[in-house]
Nanobody, 117 residues
């Protein structure tokens, strides 16, 4: 499975961005997908996840501002980010689990999101 992210950029606080992640390869084996982020000097943290059936979960700090969705036909994952804050600045990574039990995990190269006040 290969994952390629896009959509990051520089945005003023309060603004919006939409991240995309296109999956290719053994896409039939993909189960859950999600977005993680890592800010400089900090641990990588899960931001949002979505099952193949569409169930979603979010870290508390983004609830009500971010929306994750997936298009299983076009093998694309999205993250709509609204009311962005400087603390959302990080590199955002697309993540996918695959295999019969989701035992395999794949990561993209990431896309940078920078929010300035």
């Amino acid at each position: 499975v290969q994952l390629v992210e896009s959509g990051g950029g520089l945005v003023q606080a309060g603004g919006s961005l939409r991240l995309s992640c296109v999956a290719s390869g053994s896409i039939f084996s993909i189960r859950d997908m999600g977005w993680d982020r890592q800010a400089p000097g900090k641990e990588r943290e899960p931001v949002a996840s979505i099952t193949r059936g569409g169930d979603t979960d979010y870290v508390d700090s983004v609830k009500g501002r971010f929306t994750i969705s997936r298009d299983n036909v076009n093998n694309t994952l999205y993250l709509e980010m609204n009311r962005l804050k400087p603390e959302d600045t990080a590199r955002y990574y697309c993540v996918a689990t695959a295999g019969l039990t989701g035992q395999n995990e794949y990561w993209g190269q990431g896309t940078q999101v920078t929010v300035f006040s």
